[in-house]
Nanobody, 120 residues
Framework: QVQLVESGGGLVETGGSLRLSCAAS????????MGWYRQTPEKQRELVAT???????NYASSVKDRFTISRDNAKNTVYLQMNGLKPEDTAVYYC??????????????WGKGTLVTVSS
């Protein structure tokens, strides 16, 4: 019905940058808030950043001033620009979106995740 597909993960050295993308597709009427979360085997899934359809943003304190979330509403796509990466940013990053589908039901959807590895 609705799919979220992430891309852009990979291996980078400490201090490097990566840009994640997540595109929503399917029976979409409108996409409300979108966001990025991350998870490691040692931790529960945690919020990284969110952005509303109007562009208001929210960041975890650990990534503020290093990461920037943005979106293209016409493409139903959210981005996460990650600069100054640290080994502790290593995780699987998941995209999340609140979608109103063509039947006007509102549901939260998750992508399958993309792995970001930061080497020390």
């Amino acid at each position: 019905q609705v799919q979220l597909v992430e891309s852009g993960g990979g291996l980078v050295e400490t201090g490097g940058s990566l840009r994640l993308s997540c595109a929503a597709s399917g029976r979409i009427f409108v996409v409300n808030a979108m966001g990025w979360y991350r998870q490691t085997p040692e931790k529960q899934r945690e919020l990284v950043a969110t952005i509303t359809s109007g562009g208001s943003t929210n960041y975890a304190s650990s990534v503020k001033d290093r990461f920037t979330i943005s979106r293209d509403n016409a493409k139903n796509t959210v981005y996460l620009q990650m600069n100054g990466l640290k080994p502790e940013d290593t995780a699987v990053y998941y995209c999340n979106a609140e979608v109103v589908n063509s039947d006007l039901y509102t549901l939260a959807h998750w992508g399958k995740g993309t792995l970001v590895t930061v080497s020390s």
